[in-house]
């Protein structure tokens, strides 16, 4: 299973970014995805996941309201869609997948996710 996470950049609070975390298309059909960010000194935080049929979304509270996740399966593609973006959203940002339903287990515990993506830096400037 190979993620690649891309999108990240540098912005002004309240700008707007788009993240993509791209896999196989088996990967996307049987794999839920989540998203965490670790910023420098602190400990990695669940941001968002996905089932893997996009039927069920779940948010971490400090992005909730902001942040969307969603998928094109034609693009093999899962994004998270990031706005009104605050200055502690800086992190590098990771997509991780699990084929472990995400009604089973904890789906913010980074642990149960096997197989994780490099990260893309997002930094967000006052």
């Known amino acids: 299973v190979q993620l690649q996470a891309s999108g990240g950049g540098y912005v002004q609070a309240g700008d707007s970014l788009r993240l993509s975390c791209q896999a196989s298309a088996r990967t996307l059909m049987t794999y839920a995805i989540g998203w965490f960010r670790q910023a420098p000194g602190k400990e990695r935080e669940f941001v968002a996941a996905?089932?893997?049929?996009?039927?069920?979304?779940y948010y971490g509270d400090s992005v909730r309201g902001r942040f969307t996740a969603s998928k094109e399966n034609a693009r093999n593609t899962v994004y998270l869609q990031m706005n009104g973006l605050k200055l502690e959203d800086t992190a590098v940002y990771y997509c991780a997948a699990r084929n472990v339903p995400l009604n089973s287990g904890n789906y913010r515990n980074s642990n149960e996710y096997p197989y994780w993506g490099q990260g893309t830096q997002v930094t967000v400037s006052s």
């Open positions: 996905i089932s893997w049929n996009a039927g069920s979304t």
